[in-house]
């Protein structure tokens, strides 16, 4: 009955790690051996450990604390002493006998050869069990189960495993298993101290029905850990033997499985396709344009702090209300837009000096009257110069005429803070400098109503 492998994941955990969660029912009824009827009494006593039998011709042990027998008694009996990894019960197994026979050629070779060679060394003992119910094609299942290599076992082996049979197995021999097991431990499990946890994946046929556990091949690794008198035996104890539906994965841990996760790797909201939400503003992080404030789904999780329809991502201006035609910031007021225009030519200097004539200082004070009737502007104070004359003194002639407007506004009572002024020179003319009226058109201060904050 060569059954082939479907799905192999192993690994062995030492005792105290951190198991994960189980999550459905476990398909093995009587897992623990605890309950037994009547009590076992010596050796070969599996079959009173309801729900269990011998799957061939060999002699599985049923251990109890609850027992008068001292020899499968716990702790102690007669291959060592352990404590029941689950409970006061655990069965015992012989995974493989080192037989060995007399080596005649020693009687004619003398010291060339050995006194002993390998003999039969198949002997191998299985226990199942009936599945508690039918397992779904396709689907995934963790089989675990916990061994401990008996005091008095001077072998060690790998392959410790199990395997789910259509079939209730009944062989007559007690040779080793042709199946091949669905789990099994690639380590050689030689540990007499700890209870070592087997644990792993297959996926269903759909078809098993019985759950067999012993030591399974091809190719076993044996080792030879003899402690004084050489019993020639790999026995294990074992005990807490589960198989449970396997959840979906999930590698973030986030309850949501990862073929329905868009977020894999982060654990999120079941709500939020398993993506996360930090300013819990029910926008996934991934679509969050301001992941870190929330904001409503409709502003793509920004908020609009000054309430004006536009999400403060996109406002230029998020701390006053605006209009979307000046993203966000408020509509500059028809009047100041003249008032500005007129600014371009009103405002006049000293020849070659930053010297503001006195003719000017009444659209100036228009200026500062527009900025205390709306403390939220900012204003930024270009000059400019036609092209007559060096190019780097006409920089810093438009330097500092821009300079002297700040000032006569600062002076007037405008913050300081809200006044930002720069010189471009000739670099940006409006007109021909070719003409005296492109050059009066050039020579001139702009100002721009800003919002920075």
Known sequence: ?????????????????????????????????????????????????????????????????????????????????????????????????????????????????????????????????????????????????????????????????????????????????????????????????????VKGTFVADGDEKYLIIGAFGPNMEKKSVIEGADNQRAYYYIDGISLRLKPEDDRDKDGVPDKEDNCPDEAGLKTLGGCPDRDSDGVADKMDACPDLAGPVDKQGCPDSDGDGIADNLDKCPKVAGVPEMKGCPAIKEETKKLFEKALTGIQFETGSSVIKKSSYGILDQVVAVMNENPEYNLEIHGHTDSQGDDAKNMKLSDDRAASVKKYLTDKGVGANRLRSEGHGETIPVADNKTSAGRAKNRRVEFKVMFWE
């Open 1 to 197: 009955m060569n059954k082939a492998i479907r799905f192999a994941l192993v690994a062995a955990m030492a005792p105290g790690m951190a198991l994960a969660q189980e999550p459905g029912p476990n398909l093995v009824s009587n897992g623990g051996f605890e309950t037994r009827s009547p009590e076992a009494n010596t050796w070969d006593q599996l079959d009173r450990a309801t729900g269990w039998s011998n799957a061939n011709g060999g002699s599985v042990d049923v251990f109890s604390k609850m027992g008068t027998a001292k020899n499968v008694g716990i702790p102690d009996n007669d291959l060592g002493s352990s404590p029941a990894q689950e409970g006061e019960s655990y069965a015992g197994f012989v995974a493989w006998k080192d037989d060995m026979r007399p080596n005649f050629k020693r009687l004619v070779n003398g010291r060339d050869e050995k006194p002993f060679k390998a003999a039969w060394n198949q002997y191998s003992e299985y226990l199942q069990t009936a599945i508690g119910s039918p397992l779904t094609p396709g689907q995934k299942y963790d089989i675990t189960f916990w061994v401990k290599l008996a005091d008095k076992s001077d072998r060690a082996v790998n392959g410790i495993g199990a395997y789910c049979s259509p079939l209730e197995l009944n062989y007559h021999h007690r040779h080793h298993l042709a199946e091949l097991a669905d789990v099994k431990s690639e380590a050689v499990l030689d540990n007499k101290k700890d209870w070592v946890e």
